[in-house]
């Protein structure tokens, strides 16, 4: 069966599938996804433009691939409330627009190569001032080669 023709699929869990592959553009298709969980495969390649399409989706989990690129169009997630991310090999900056998911709990972005700081946007989500935000866990603890991000609001700071 090909993954494009579930267009009423609500959730898709394929954790510890030992899938070795790219996100198929196919998921772009499936419009009415709220959960999308594809975590402790062997995912490569970057996020697909086509994943962006799912504007319904609540939860997010892509940890421990091997993906790789920027994440700067993950504002677009905008009833999000599960970012998951840890352990890929994403690269760049959090993006600004992370700030506009005001229903955002969890945002586990450590163990891959972002760099700079983590937006003021992004902090201001956080339960301890206001927002929703309850675990925001990062790179930011300083061990032998120094922090890899900067981050004045983490819930949990990783080497």
Known sequence: ??????????????????????????????????????????????????LYSLTNLETLEL???????????????????????????????VPNDVGDLFELKTFNLHENDFTGTVPESVCALRSTRGGNLISLIADCENGTDGAEIECTCCSSCRN
């Open 1 to 50: 069966m090909e993954l494009g023709l579930l267009q009423d699929l609500a959730v898709l869990e394929m954790q510890n599938e030992g899938l070795v592959s790219i996100i198929p553009t196919e998921i772009g298709r499936l419009t009415n996804l709220i959960r999308l969980v594809l975590d402790f495969n062997n995912l490569t390649g970057s996020i697909p433009i086509e």
């Open 63 to 93: 940890n421990n691939n091997s993906l790789t690129g920027d994440i700067d169009l993950i504002g677009v997630f905008s009833d999000l409330e599960f970012l998951q991310l840890q352990g890929n090999e994403f690269t760049g900056t």
